[in-house]
Each structure stands twice: as structure tokens, then as C-alpha cells.
């Protein structure tokens, strides 16, 4: 026993077979499925009777290889099941026999196996259902043992009822534009490829992605993607082939995800997230003589969570500071924890050239162009340049374990994401990224490379109490985006964009559809550089909390004391114990006047009464108005009192409503009761 145990090779075995096991390699039916996540469920022995069913949604399988309900946010989305739809050269393409069976089953997915035959084609498809909803799909395509015809065009179609494809949201976008969201015109739209397009209403929806369109063959490029009314349904038509396919077996992949992914947290409100922690700001004073810090102020004024951007370290998003840095840090996460506030670190998405690991790994782990140019270049003090690392490559791993031993090291409270969320394009052979095509050399998108970060980072932060907060602009991927707490959005608009007449730029449909978060099952909030008098925190407000989003402060100054008097107020009210009311569906609580005010609201009953909180916008950029509330919740006493609820100034009311006059582009919080 004793020469086994001493064998080097024989305790090789066993430590690897160790590290299997921990790692869910061995025995992944064990694994942890992460909250508020649950275990994947297949019922149904028989193809036409099988469901996958994870939090929230039901994909069910009917006669055939493809979904034919999908169930989330309490609704049947689906129009009619799932169809890939094409010609042959002796007409329409006719399915003659098509199976499905289970594969594989754990807690943390469940893999379905699939065949579809016809005379010109045969299709196999692999489906991998995972504990979050993330569906990905391999569709590979076959000649038949006996072909009798050929295909001459192939397409995906999958159908939505209209009440639930009003939305649309697709990515990349544009810089200063919402012009990848908002409401699905009329005659529907066409697009390029694109690796992420998300197809739903203000409650949820459906995502598809993938990461490259390698093997398509649409006859025209601009219209690869469609979106296509036909009556009650809207059509999400992806266009593989409009030709024969150049060879076969021909594989594409591609995921789906109904959302909200997951339910929002009901203390979302209670969260006070605020930018500007640095060094010694737990020993700057305020003001000359004064015994407060700046940290002592920012705790005054509520702040909960803080957020410390890149220059906690010196090299561009690292996760170590350097020996002079490390005891300040842990001074400042000391001091923050006295205050009852959280600290998180930032990390990105970049490789600085400061970086010890720069010479060995930048040429292998660097996101680069089809021409072979790196992307990004950031320059900041200590002198360096940062370019966009690709989360594909072998630096996933070293980034995702050192954010994790960091917060274990220093103790801070989770971490502040810039950009990491993204997939960035990138044709950066080294590490598998890119694909030659008769055009030339064409970027990938590594969707699953940067799910498999964010998972992870998800699991070991979530478990700890940490939080994940992402910060993306244009980018609402919920494959990604949906293991982060909270996300910050709005950078696109930095340049004074929204000055002037928001809706031009921002209508209200886009911000439904990409800035609500509830739509995603994440909360957002929304990032705004002031520029008065053109835009400033009063005017985003009048838009935000409509939404129930709020402005996230960038620093302690005057924009943290108004968000700090909402915080109060909202606290006040308990509105994470209420229920929310927006303007485009309670039109059986409350009516306004005139047209450019909107009102959403929060309702709460309180020792059997009715309160509630309202917010009441003046959405015109020009005129100021004096605007008329109806109130037609019948659980309001005859006689109410209305407020400003961050004035305290007593409204003037009369019958069953209230007037209360709105400078252009603003907001009033009234408390009804």
C-alpha cells in the first residue's frame, strides 16, 4: 500500500482525478446551479412530448427537431413552432420524417440530439439547454443517402405573436444614436448580420446570436437578417442560403435565450451605487478645516456602494496593485466597510503594455482587425497603451482567476466591469478567432468565450455576496449581460446628442427596448455627461424614472445630492415593496394632461390603505406646462392629500386629481395619500 501511495505517477493520477471532480468535470450532475437560477428540468420521454423548463421559461419540443412553444414572463411568445423553411429545384422543402431525443441531463443543462430529413437535404441539430435559458444550437447539414432533389435555399424562421414583438434591440449599434433599438416598424425591417438581435415587448422576449456568419450565402448581404409582419405574427427570418450550399456537411451555430433571464433583485432600488472612490479619499477632507472626509460625505448623502475606477492599479485592468498601493487599498475597503458601504474595482477589457505578461502573450491573446491591427490604444498614466483583449483566448482564464484571488485578497465587494461584457469582434488566428471567406479574412464575435468568463466570475461573486456590475453601451447581450447584477448604459450619448430635444435622438420606444433592463432581467441604470445647459441630470431624470431607472452619480458632488434626495424619498416609500405602474399600461390608475406628460407610478397598499408615488413628466423640450392628474384608482379615498415628495410643497387638488406645473424636460415625484 505504502509503494502505491508513494508512487509519483499514482498521486498524479489521483490529484487530477481531484481537480476533475471540483471542477464538475466528473461528476457534473452535481454541480452547483447558481441562484436565483434553478435546476434544468426535461419532462416528456416521447418527441412529441418534451419541455426543457429552467427559472422562468418552458422550451417545449413537439413533432419534430425544433421548438414549438417557448413560455416566459407568463406568456406563450411563440406564433407558431420554429421552421427552417427553403426551396429545392423541384419546389418548397417538405420534411418527411424528423426526431428528437435526450441526450444528456444535468442540474446545469440538458442536451438534446435532432434529425430532419427530405428528399434534397438532411439536417442534424445538437440543442445544449442551459440553467440560465441560453439554447445553443448546431445545425449541420447533410446530402441524403439518397437525394432526390436539390436545395436551392434554406432559411430559419421563427415566428412571434405581434403583442410580443413590438421591440428590437440589436448589436453592434452606433455611437451617439439609438438607432439599434426601438419599436418594430410596420413594415417590418432587413438588416446585415448581426451577432446579437433581441426581438420582444417590455416584459421579456426572445435573443438570438451567434457568433459569425461563416457558411451563410444570402443572396444579398444587406438582408441576411429580417424582420417580416404576417398578420398576428412577426417573423424573425435568418437567411442561411439563397443559393445551394458550397459543400456538404455544413455547420452553423447559433443560440437563443427567452428573457427576462432571470427575476431582478427586489432590493435593486436599495443598491446607491455611486463612481469616484480613490485613493485617500477615506482622509481627504471636504473643506479646509473640516473634520469629514469625502468618504465621510458620500456616506452622509447614502451612498451604499462605491465605485473605485482603473487607477487603483497601475497597470490598465490588472488585478493586483502594486506594494506601495496595497495598504492604502486595504485602508480605503476598511473604511468604506465602517461606513456601511461596498467597494468595488474595476476591471476592463484591455492588455496594457505595462502588463509583465505583454512581450509573451500580446501577440496571442490581443483582439485584432482582418487587416492584422490591434484595436483600441487607450493611453493613461503610468505611461502606457491599452489594447482590447479577446476574451477567447487564453487571457479569459488568467483575468477571470485574478479578479477572483483579488477580491479574496483585498476583501472589496465585487467588481465594476467596463466593457468586459462585450464580445469584440476579432480575426485573431492565434487563438481560433476569424474565418477566410472569398471576401478575405472576417472578424468573429466570441459570444461563448465571454459567457464563459462572466459565468464564472458570476458563481464565485454571487456565492460571497459580491456584486457584478457591467458597464456597456449599445450592447444588451443577454447570453453575457445576464450573469451581471446591474448594468450602466448611456455612454453613446457623451457627446451632447441628447441636448436639445431628447426624443430626436432617444424616443421613448428605444429606451423601453435597451435602458429599462426589466425587459432583460437586469437592472440598468443610466450614465449621463452632464453638459448644461444643453443636458444635465434634471433632464435625464425626466426619462429615467419613468422607467424606473434612476441616474447613477459619477462622483460626490451636486449630481449625487439630487439622486441622494430619490434615494430618500424612494426609501421612504418602500417602492422595492411596491408594485410598478408605467405610463404605456396604467391608464386604469391614472390619466394626464396634456399629451407631453407621461406618468408611471408606484402603488402600495399601507395598513389598508393606497399610496402612491408618482412619477409625472413633462417630456416637451420647449414649454413649460401646468399638467393635470386624474386619478382613477378606485382604492383612493374621496378625499387624498398630493405632495412633492422631495419639496414637500402641497399640490393644488380637486375632484379626484391634482395640478402641478413642469418646466420643460423635467420630473415630479408626488406622494399620494
Not at 189 to 209: D, N, R, T, Y
Not at 319 to 329: G, Q, T, Y
Amino acid at each position: 500500500m505504502r509503494s502505491i501511495l508513494c508512487n509519483p505517477l499514482y498521486r498524479r493520477a489521483v490529484k487530477l482525478a481531484l481537480a476533475l471532480w471540483l471542477s464538475g468535470g466528473m461528476n457534473s450532475a452535481m454541480a452547483k446551479v447558481p441562484d436565483p437560477w434553478t435546476p434544468v428540468e426535461v419532462k416528456g420521454a416521447r418527441t412529441n412530448d418534451l419541455s426543457v423548463e429552467v427559472w422562468g421559461r418552458i422550451c417545449r419540443f413537439g413533432q419534430g427537431a425544433l421548438p414549438t412553444a417557448l413560455r416566459t414572463a407568463g406568456e406563450d411568445i411563440l406564433a407558431a413552432p420554429l421552421r427552417l423553411a427553403g426551396q429545392t429545384d423541384n419546389g418548397g422543402l417538405e420534411w418527411k420524417e424528423s426526431g428528437l431525443k435526450v441526450w444528456e441531463r444535468t442540474k446545469e443543462k440538458a442536451t438534446l440530439i435532432g434529425w430532419m430529413a427530405s428528399d434534397a437535404v438532411t439536417v442534424n441539430l445538437a440543442w445544449r439547454i442551459e440553467y440560465d435559458g441560453m439554447m445553443q444550437v448546431d445545425v449541420t447539414l447533410i446530402p441524403p443517402a439518397q437525394p432526390k432533389a436539390k436545395l436551392t435555399s434554406l432559411c430559419l424562421e421563427v415566428p412571434l405573436k405581434k403583442a410580443f414583438a413590438s421591440l428590437y434591440h440589436h448589436w453592434p449599434g452606433q455611437w451617439g444614436s439609438a438607432q439599434n433599438s426601438g419599436a418594430v416598424p410596420e413594415g417590418g425591417m432587413v438588416l446585415p448580420f448581426k451577432p446579437l438581435f433581441w426581438l420582444g415587448w417590455e416584459e421579456g422576449g426572445l435573443s438570438w446570436f451567434a457568433e459569425s456568419d461563416r457558411n451563410w450565402q444570402p443572396a444579398d448581404a444587406a438582408r441576411a437578417l429580417e424582420v417580416v409582419p404576417e398578420g398576428d405574427a412577426v417573423v424573425m427570418r435568418l437567411r442561411l442560403l439563397d443559393s445551394p450550399p458550397a459543400r456538404m456537411p455544413v455547420s452553423f451555430t447559433f443560440g437563443f435565450q427567452a428573457t427576462p433571464v432571470k427575476p431582478l433583485p427586489k432590493d435593486f432600488h436599495e443598491w446607491r451605487i455611486c463612481h469616484g472612490a480613490s485613493y485617500e479619499i477615506n482622509r481627504q477632507k471636504v473643506a479646509d478645516g473640516s473634520a469629514r472626509t469625502i468618504l465621510d460625505r458620500a456616506a452622509e448623502l447614502g451612498v451604499k456602494t462605491l465605485i473605485f475606477h482603473e487607477h487603483w492599479t497601475p497597470v490598465q485592468n490588472y488585478w493586483r496593485a502594486s506594494e506601495d498601493e496595497e495598504k492604502p487599498l486595504r485602508r480605503l475597503i476598511d473604511d468604506c466597510h465602517k461606513r456601511g458601504i461596498r467597494l468595488l474595482l474595476y476591471f476592463g477589457y484591455e492588455l496594457s503594455t505595462l502588463a509583465p505578461e505583454w512581450a509573451a502573450e500580446s501577440d496571442k491573446v490581443l483582439t485584432k482587425s482582418p487587416d492584422g491591427s490591434l484595436t483600441g490604444g487607450y493611453s493613461r498614466w503610468p505611461q502606457q497603451r491599452d489594447y482590447i483583449v479577446c476574451l477567447q483566448s487564453e487571457w479569459r482564464d488568467k483575468l477571470v482567476e485574478g479578479m477572483i484571488e483579488a477580491a479574496d485578497k483585498y476583501g472589496f465587494d465585487g467588481v465594476y466591469l467596463d466593457g468586459t461584457v462585450e464580445p469584440w469582434g476579432c480575426a485573431n488566428e492565434a487563438h481560433g478567432c476569424g474565418y477566410r471567406s472569398i471576401e478575405g479574412r472576417k472578424a468573429t464575435y466570441p459570444i461563448f468565450g465571454v459567457r464563459a468568463l462572466m459565468s464564472r466570475l458570476y458563481e464565485a461573486m454571487h456565492d460571497k455576496g459580491k456584486l457584478v456590475n457591467a458597464h456597456q453601451s449599445t450592447y444588451c447581450g443577454t447570453p453575457t449581460l445576464g450573469f451581471a447584477h446591474s448594468y450602466w448604459d448611456g455612454e453613446q450619448f457623451m457627446s451632447g446628442e441628447l441636448g436639445g430635444d431628447p426624443l430626436q435622438q432617444l424616443p421613448l420606444a428605444a429606451f423601453r427596448a435597451e435602458f429599462m433592463g426589466k425587459n432583460f432581467g437586469v437592472p440598468c441604470e443610466f450614465l449621463v455627461y452632464e453638459q448644461p445647459p444643453k443636458w444635465t441630470a434634471d433632464d435625464a431624470l425626466a426619462f429615467t424614472l419613468l422607467h424606473d431607472v434612476l441616474v447613477r452619480p459619477g462622483g460626490v458632488g451636486p449630481t449625487l445630492e439630487k439622486i441622494s434626495a430619490i434615494w430618500n424619498v424612494f426609501s421612504r416609500f418602500k417602492v422595492s415593496k411596491a408594485d410598478w405602474h408605467p405610463y404605456w399600461r396604467n391608464g386604469d390608475l391614472v390619466r394626464a394632461d396634456p399629451e407631453s406628460v407621461k406618468v408611471s407610478l408606484y402603488r402600495r397598499a399601507s395598513g389598508g390603505k393606497t399610496r402612491l408615488l408618482l412619477v409625472v413628466s413633462n417630456l416637451s423640450p420647449t414649454e413649460t406646462v401646468s399638467a393635470r392628474i386624474s386619478l382613477t384608482d378606485k382604492t383612493l379615498p374621496a378625499a387624498f392629500e398630493a405632495a412633492d415628495a422631495l419639496t414637500g410643497e402641497k399640490l393644488s387638488s380637486s375632484g379626484n386629481g391634482f395640478t402641478v406645473s413642469i418646466p420643460p424636460t423635467r420630473m415630479r415625484l408626488v406622494e399620494v395619500k
